[in-house]
């Protein structure tokens, strides 16, 4: 039975993935799993108790001593610490400049893949990530890679920012955001790339409408197949 699978969706900063991915998930009454926020979450964590993130032993430590939860409400998605929401906390500016160095440790994706193993146990998940298609799920039926142009990554979320409220300087975010896709794209574990059976959508001149429904045609036939 195809009708309940696995869609792994993939890409660099910005690219569109967790939109996207909440949208496919709500249409297809499947769960959605941001395997950003895990990262996210340890990093803040880490942070907080002033640890060395090029340090992997300590990492490690805190890692094993912090559980992670991602928990539906009806505002979205929330992450728990340690049962503690830190949702909002995970996305703030020192966190996102942080997280792929905590990222790069061979130990630490080695656990996180794990736990996100155990969390897509059930078929009927779309997952997004960085590994999604070439380490966490490689038997998903779908495989997305979504790309833009680092402009537009960078314009996406500055108006993302203005509409949260703050204004934030478009070259500093370009710059952040390239500073981390290098760092993901040549770390030597699981580095960011597309799977080879992956279908590559560059989503720069697409509306999230498109991209949503461009996947979703991928799910349908594949569940005929
Ligand atoms: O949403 P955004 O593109 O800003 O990033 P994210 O998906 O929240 O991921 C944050 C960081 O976590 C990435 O830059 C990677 O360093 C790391 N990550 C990873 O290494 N592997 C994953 N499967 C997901 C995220
Ligand atoms: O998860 P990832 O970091 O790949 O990107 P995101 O946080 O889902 O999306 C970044 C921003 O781009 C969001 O504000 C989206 O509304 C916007 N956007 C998009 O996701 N897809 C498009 N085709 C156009 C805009």
Redesign the pocket.
Known sequence: NKSAIAIAID?P????????AKIVAEKLSYIYIDTGAMYRALTLKAIENKLDLDNEEPLIELLTNTTIELEQSENGQLVLVNSIDVTAEIRSQSVTNSVSYVAKHPRIRKEMVKRQQILADKRGVVM?GRDIGTHVLPDAEVKIF?IATVEERAK??Y??NTKKGFHSNLEKLKEEIEQRDLLDSQRETAPLIKATDAIEID?TS???Q??AQLILKEVASTRKE
């Open positions: 890409g900063a910005a690219a569109g993935k967790s939109t996207v997004d979504l996406r979320r108006e993302e989503t697409l509306s999230i498109d991209v």
